[in-house]
T-cell receptor, first 117, second 115 residues
Framework: AQKVTQAQTEISVVEKEDVTLDCVYE???????LFWYKQPPSGELVFLIR??????QNEISGRYSWNFQKSTSSFNFTITASQVVDSAVYFC??????????????FGAGTRLAVHP | AAGVIQSPRHLIKEKRETATLKCYPI?????VYWYQQGPGQDPQFLIS???????DKGSIPDRFSAQQFSDYHSELNMSSLELGDSALYFC??????????????FGQGTRLTVV
């Protein structure tokens, strides 16, 4: 069965600190997708990144970076120089591969990040 | 770019009433997914449709039903509402048909409050 574990329930940092959100996944599939979503207090789910299982290249997008390691089944997310606007709940999610695309998402429990001025 | 559109954004219903949520997928998307997110919880998959046929089913109560119409929009019907049905309901869409699948996205959600 597929499973996503986000062991950090809540993280509190001061602005400009770097913070890493951990995500560990379980799947028997060889082809799968991993996602990160941000959910601000307003409630919408904001897509941050999608990574397929064949692409272990790390990615950087502005202050965000992702480290995908199949050997440890982890897909960690780092925010550099955090800002108050980064305060939100962050979800890691997993999807298997179906009909040439991805399937339903299995979410982790989420990590609530609070960035204080 | 056009995104997934859900309506209504907010809905208040009384216990035992019926509610209908609507989802309009991104143009050209052929698959719709419904998720339920209770307070402080992660989104849970309810049901999905591919080309107007149910493609997968999660932990959806028997009181709930859904369908996808010929224009690919989907509706989630919830009857005999209970207090525990109060949640955010998200719809997502995707295109499954080959290597060139479009980026996914979630609608802004419908916040259902049952009183």
């Amino acid at each position: 069965a597929q499973k996503v574990t986000q062991a950090q329930t809540e993280i509190s940092v001061v602005e400009k600190e770097d913070v890493t959100l951990d995500c560990v996944y379980e799947t028997r599939d060889t082809t799968y997708y991993l996602f990160w979503y941000k959910q601000p207090p307003s409630g919408e789910l904001v897509f941050l990144i999608r990574r397929n299982s064949f692409d272990e290249q790390n990615e950087i997008s502005g202050r965000y970076s992702w480290n995908f390691q199949k050997s440890t089944s982890s897909f960690n997310f780092t925010i550099t120089a955090s800002q108050v606007v980064d305060s939100a709940v962050y979800f890691c999610a997993l999807s298997d591969f179906l009909r040439g695309g991805y399937n339903k998402l299995i979410f982790g429990a989420g990590t609530r990040l609070a960035v204080h001025p | 770019a056009a995104g997934v559109i859900q309506s209504p954004r907010h809905l208040i219903k009384e216990k035992r009433e019926t509610a209908t949520l609507k989802c309009y997928p991104i143009p050209r998307h052929d698959t719709v997914y419904w998720y339920q997110q209770g307070p402080g919880q992660d989104p849970q998959f309810l049901i999905s449709f591919y080309e107007k046929m149910q493609s997968d089913k999660g932990s959806i109560p028997d009181r709930f039903s859904a369908q996808q119409f010929s224009d690919y929009h989907s509706e989630l019907n919830m009857s005999s509402l209970e207090l525990g049905d109060s949640a955010l309901y998200f719809c997502a869409s995707s295109f499954i048909g080959g290597a060139d699948f479009l980026s996914e996205g979630f609608g802004q959600g419908t916040r259902l409050t049952v009183v």
